[in-house]
Each structure stands twice: as structure tokens, then as C-alpha cells.
């Protein structure tokens, strides 16, 4: 039997569907290896691409791929200082949502 008051309660606090679409985009951002990758060097740092590419051991156009998407989801911003393009994340948000995953996954 349904429990009405659990019912109207569950109803009241569903996301809509533009949320829904929305929100999943975003974790799908973070399934992928090396775009969490770059998340990661990026929580302390500002680094061109030539930097990341180094430090991942792959080609700048790769990279250059994933910061678009990266950039396109809000999730790292870019600043040009010279001839080089420098990113970082683009809140703490990001920092918070990659910090709790890792507490998540250590969890004994």
C-alpha cells in the first residue's frame, strides 16, 4: 500500500527533466579518465596545455580537446597571458565534487 505522505513528499522533491538532462551531462563530463585527469592537476595549479599534455604524456591536440569540452561543461576557465592559454577550474564547486568522489572511493 502506498504510503501517501511518502508519496507527495518523493513527488515534491523530483527534479525536472532539463535538471535531470543537465546534471547527467555533468557526471558524464567526470566518467571520463583523462578530462578527470586534468580536473585533478588543475585543483592547485594554472597550466597551459603544454604543461598538462607533459605531465599526462600525451599530444597537445588531445588535451587541447578535452579543456574544450572542459570549458564548454563550465568546469575550467582559460586565461591567455603571452602566447600561452592558462586554465584553471573555474570554481570551487569542481574541488568539492572531485574531493568528495575520492573520500567517496576510500571509504573502508
Do not use: P, W
Not at 60 to 85: E, P, T, W
Amino acid at each position: 500500500m502506498i504510503d501517501r505522505d511518502k508519496f507527495l513528499k518523493a513527488k515534491k522533491n523530483m527534479l525536472d527533466e532539463d535538471t535531470i538532462f543537465n546534471v547527467s551531462n555533468l557526471y558524464k563530463v567526470f566518467s571520463d579518465e583523462t578530462r578527470l585527469k586534468i580536473l585533478n592537476i588543475l585543483l592547485d595549479n594554472e597550466l597551459c596545455v603544454y604543461d598538462i599534455a607533459e605531465l599526462l604524456d600525451m599530444t597537445h591536440s588531445s588535451i587541447s580537446h578535452q579543456l574544450k569540452v572542459l570549458r564548454d561543461m563550465k568546469l575550467v576557465k582559460a586565461h591567455k597571458h603571452g602566447k600561452n592559454v592558462y586554465y584553471t577550474l573555474i570554481d570551487d564547486h569542481i574541488e568539492r565534487i572531485i574531493k568528495i568522489g575520492v573520500e567517496h572511493v576510500n571509504e573502508k
